[in-house]
């Protein structure tokens, strides 16, 4: 059953959550009396679109269904969740809170606020349980965190469904078990601002060389380890106790003054916006947000691997998205007189080349994780490998045959062209669609990780792998088997 979210306000927050739920397959409802509305979430649903399935190395789920509403009442009727985007002023916030009342009475009322309290969000509300903060960070559609706030009067039970709700969506929950101004995140980030501020006011640095300091040091560490874990690595053997005795001492000389702003005179923050333009030269926010997407999916993908950090929620997401789908059966669940789909997935943008296509090497990628899908629906998954037995490639062969660009939804099948002892010979085609993309030839041997020399596989392995190629035995044998290079394609 499509889930549905209201959204109520279309601006960069607003727009970010849009792009998150329609991506993950939710239907939702927006409402903003901007008339611009409408256009600024579809230019961001542009870079959502072209970024977001990157981060996966399953295929989202159909998009949902985007509508704008006329009027708030309209949008929140019977919505699951209510998103409240609005500007940051408990005012503004509560007037559209008794409108959301009116018409809706169980949806979870979710704020996207950056630091005001939930008990003061929630004290005129008729059912207050149901209001809980989820702040966010931008872009919305790609980075994962997501601070849960409950006020005095939440309901827990409110607090435990959107954890499931923004898990499901690929994003990290997390509770913050006290009601602080500012929550934790922006606590933190604006001691860091508060402290740039003052570097620009002293003259010490630009905003160039102030976000160098960041972004070629602390912040590469920042994207994997928190400040803790950072500091603890950094006394060595003696961990943060090591480095709270050599350095705690630091820490009371006054080389910050985080307890203090710069007075904002108009000279001062022109000052800081022409620095800021001069940074961003011909650069257009629009351009900086497509250089920002592609190298945070980069990031997160390079995280992925290690399976770490925001990686580890990337890898999390794969998992649900694959469960219960096809992309999960094994050997007994599935047909043996047809291809096998052992790949669905977006091409991510760090696939292609300077040419706009996909890198030969990712070819070879692509055709590799088929394999491994193929290996594992037969039993040779990490479990059985971790025993001392796995199947090692021999031989490749890969026909390109035409172009693959970023943000292909492509389908990869297998065949099981010779099964049996030690060997295994597989033939994968790449589709988009109907259009052929590519094939590729792999034959693999059996092989004891111990002696790493080949020997037969398990007989559970060996009897799923001889059901297969019994099964496309009869099937009409795929052009191109068995060529070598320079022959007809």
């Given amino acids: 059953m499509t889930r549905t979210a209201a959204i109520i306000g279309g601006g960069i927050i607003g727009g970010g959550w849009a792009a998150r739920f329609l991506l993950n397959g939710w239907d939702v409802r927006v409402y903003d009396p901007d008339p611009e509305a409408e256009r600024k979430i579809t230019e961001v649903l542009v870079n959502a679109r072209r970024s977001l399935p990157g981060l996966t190395d399953v295929a989202l789920p159909a998009e949902g269904c985007l509508s704008f509403g006329a009027s708030l009442a309209e949008v929140v009727a019977d ?24 018409a809706n009475t169980d949806g979870i009322i979710a704020s996207s606020t950056s630091g005001i309290m939930p008990s003061d ?18 872009p919305v559609y790609l980075l994962p965190l997501v601070e849960l706030v409950g006020g005095a009067q939440t309901d827990a039970a409110h607090i435990e469904k959107a954890k499931g709700i923004y898990s499901d969506l690929g994003m990290y929950p997390l509770h913050c078990r006290v009601e602080i101004e500012g929550f934790l995140s922006d606590r933190l980030q604006e001691a860091l601002w508060r402290e740039a501020l003052w570097l620009l006011k002293d003259e010490v640095a ?9 972004a070629y040091g602390p912040g590469l560490r920042w994207a994997q380890m928190g400040t803790m874990q950072t500091f603890h690595l950094a006394g060595g053997e003696g961990g ?3 480095m709270l005795a050599m350095f705690g001492p630091c820490l009371k000389w006054p080389w910050t003054k985080l307890m203090d702003v710069p ?51 990337a890898q ?16 007994a669940d599935l047909p043996a007189d047809q291809p096998v789909l052992t790949a669905r997935r977006v091409v991510p943008l760090d696939w292609t080349d300077y040419n706009g296509h996909m890198t030969e090497s990712r070819y070879l990628h692509a055709f590799a994780d088929a394999t491994d899908r193929f290996m594992e629906i037969i039993g040779c998954d990490a479990d059985y490998i971790a025993s001392g037995g796995s199947y090692f490639t021999a031989e490749t ?18 065949r099981v062209i010779l099964g049996e ?25 059996h092989v004891s990780l111990e002696t790493r020399k080949p020997t037969p596989p398990s007989e559970a392995i060996a009897a799923a792998l001889v059901r297969f190629a019994a099964g496309h035995a009869d099937l009409p044998a795929p052009e191109g088997l068995g060529r070598a290079i320079g022959g007809p394609r």
């Fill in 316 to 331: 999390a997401h794969d998992r649900r998205l694959r469960a219960g789908t096809v992309q999960a059966a094994r050997a």
């Fill in 121 to 138: 969000l929630q004290a005129e509300l008729a059912y207050p349980g149901r209001l809980i903060v989820a702040h966010p960070f931008n």
């Fill in 240 to 242: 943060m106790r090591a």
């Fill in 397 to 414: 062969h890969i026909r390109h045959l035409d172009e693959v660009h970023a943000g292909a939804r492509i389908d990869i099948t297998t």
């Fill in 206 to 214: 630009t905003a160039e060389e102030i976000d160098a300091a960041v």
């Fill in 263 to 313: 007075e904002l005179t108009d000279d001062f923050v022109e000052m800081v916006g022409d620095q800021c333009d001069t940074q961003a030269g011909a650069l257009s926010p629009r351009d900086l947000e497509v250089i920002r997407d592609d190298n945070l999916v980069g990031i997160i993908r390079s995280l992925k691997a290690q399976n770490w950090g925001a990686g580890a929620v």
């Fill in 79 to 102: 919505a699951e969740l209510i998103v409240e985007a609005v500007p940051e002023r408990l005012d503004v916030k509560r007037a559209v809170y008794a409108e959301i009342e009116a």
């Fill in 421 to 445: 002892g030690k060997k295994m010979h597989l033939w994968h085609e790449m589709r988009e669609g109907d259009r052929l993309l590519a094939s590729g030839e792999h034959f693999l041997l």
